[in-house]
């Protein structure tokens, strides 16, 4: 088998088998394979495209290039769930405590933020002493024993899709549909799940900018799911504006612990019922959605799910205090309002270029080798549909210098305020087949 041959077949828009796509899935893995034929062959897929059964081949292979997590040990369904990343989506945190405290295990393996997209690990670190990386078997013995336990991806889970990215990274192929879905779906398989609920989010903050892409992403990821055994579905959210108030990771952490005890944004309260009302059925816990939901509101305004936070935060190494007292997380030198150049209602907030304005606080990083302020970062007082008044706090910015009219600028150009608009609608669509 030669590489030259795979290339101009797909090049001609013919279709891979499951022998050629291991080929090239190995012999690029082991180095074999050079990275200008296999830039050839990532071009030629992203203008020819994949059927499903041959991205359903490139995600198996890719799970199987390196480490796959066995889970079996652990008592129960597995469910796991995976959003293709937004501003400020702070879900994670909130929906792993309150989803274990309704007794379904939860064995969460989270990544990093790059760019204007925040990483769930990195937030987590904000917490003084969190361990984000644990052996496999303190987190399945964690998953036993309190129902959760959240750690970072394994340097050896699924290495071809961390090769391919890094050269599609370069070479312009990164918006391919089928690409996209492989690896995402790749690390979630072998990340070792049962069913897994996926969030993909839609807007100018998120990948995918327009809805029929998210879609179609969100219809080849359930797809590859259920072809690789997984019972799979996906919600599609929005992200025009950030989810939540908060930018950052200290006052990301903050506002997960006000969400638990019953005080967080409605649109991130709601985008974690429904999230976690998904990952209770499919965990087999309820049989309806309502039934579901009924447990989840239960949990949180009992306080069972902020107990199960801070053991969760106990049992990593965290200092659980902080869910009563924030302020022994790291905290910013200035707190700066933000005022309202005028009256009216919100019409739009640019969620993307909100997430670049924090990064350039500290918040984020821009290469991989950067490294991260966990006390800065934004809050937003007013989403789109609200009112505001001239001189009404628009948005409060946390800093570690008070040189920032390059961040004010920036806030104040993506957040228009004008005649009056409807809420966004959060859910866009559920996609089970």
């Keep these: 088998m030669r590489m030259i041959d795979l290339i101009e077949k797909k090049r001609e828009g013919g279709v891979l088998t499951k022998e050629e796509i291991q080929f090239f899935v190995d012999?690029?893995?082991?180095?074999?394979?050079?990275?200008?034929?296999?830039?050839?062959?990532?071009?030629?897929?992203?203008?020819?495209?994949?059927?499903?059964?041959?991205?359903?081949?490139?995600?198996?292979?890719?799970?199987?290039?390196?480490?796959?997590?066995?889970?079996?040990?652990?008592?129960?369904?597995?469910?796991?769930?995976?959003?293709?990343?937004?501003?400020?989506?702070?879900?994670?945190?909130?929906?792993?405590?309150?989803?274990?405290?309704?007794?379904?295990?939860?064995?969460?393996?989270?990544?990093?933020?790059?760019?204007?997209?925040?990483?769930?690990?990195?937030?987590?670190?904000?917490?003084?002493?969190?361990?984000?990386?644990?052996?496999?078997?303190?987190?399945?013995?964690?998953?036993?024993?309190?129902?959760?336990?959240?750690?970072?991806?394994?340097?050896?889970?699924?290495?071809?899709?961390?090769?391919?990215?890094?050269?599609?990274?370069?070479?312009?192929?990164?918006?391919?549909?089928?690409?996209?879905?492989?690896?995402?779906?790749?690390?979630?398989?072998a990340s070792g799940a049962d069913a897994i609920v996926l969030d993909v989010t839609t807007g100018d903050g998120a990948f995918m900018k327009n809805l029929d892409d998210a879609k179609r992403l969100a219809q080849t990821m359930v797809r590859i799911g259920k072809l690789a055994g997984r019972n799979t579905m996906a919600v599609i959210s929005d992200m025009s504006q950030p989810l939540g108030e908060a930018i950052g990771n200290t006052i990301e952490i903050e506002e997960a612990i006000n969400t638990l005890k019953g005080n967080g944004p409605e649109d991130l309260t709601e985008m974690v019922y429904v999230l976690g009302s998904q990952m209770v059925v499919l965990a087999e816990k309820a049989e309806t959605l309502e039934e579901a939901r009924a447990m989840l509101v239960e949990a949180l305004e009992s306080g069972k799910a902020l107990e199960k936070l801070k053991e969760m935060i106990s049992s990593q190494g965290g200092n659980p205090d902080i869910v009563d007292h924030p302020e022994k997380m790291a905290q910013a030198k200035y707190t700066i309002e933000l005022p309202a150049l005028e009256s009216g209602c919100v019409r739009e907030i640019h969620a993307e270029n909100i997430g670049i304005a924090a990064m350039i606080l500290g918040a984020g990083r821009k290469t991989k080798e950067d490294s991260i302020d966990y006390s800065v970062g934004v809050k937003l007082h007013k989403k789109v549909g609200m009112t505001v008044e001239k001189g009404e706090t628009l948005v409060t910015i946390y800093s570690n210098t008070d040189s920032i009219e390059d961040v004010k600028e920036m806030l104040y150009n993506n957040i228009s305020i004008g005649e009056q608009v409807e809420e966004p609608a959060l859910v866009r669509a559920i996609i089970t087949e």
Excluded: C
């Excluded at 893995?29 to 200008?36: C, F």
């Excluded at 995976?82 to 379904?104: E, N, Q």
């Excluded at 939860?106 to 933020?113: F, I, Q």
């Design 27 to 189: 012999g690029y893995t082991d180095g074999s394979i050079p990275d200008y034929q296999a830039s050839a062959l990532l071009m030629a897929i992203f203008y020819k495209d994949m059927t499903d059964e041959e991205i359903t081949n490139l995600t198996l292979a890719m799970a199987n290039s390196g480490d796959v997590i066995d889970l079996s040990s652990i008592e129960g369904i597995k469910v796991d769930k995976h959003s293709t990343g937004g501003v400020g989506d702070t879900t994670t945190i909130v929906l792993a405590p309150l989803v274990a405290a309704v007794g379904v295990p939860v064995a969460k393996m989270s990544g990093r933020g790059l760019g204007h997209t925040g990483g769930t690990i990195d937030k987590l670190e904000a917490i003084p002493g969190f361990e984000v990386e644990i052996p496999n078997d303190k987190f399945i013995n964690l998953v036993n024993k309190i129902q959760v336990a959240v750690t970072g991806q394994s340097g050896n889970l699924a290495p071809a899709d961390k090769k391919l990215y890094a050269l599609r990274d370069v070479t312009a192929t990164v918006d391919s549909i089928p690409l996209i879905a492989s690896s995402i779906m790749s690390k979630k398989i």
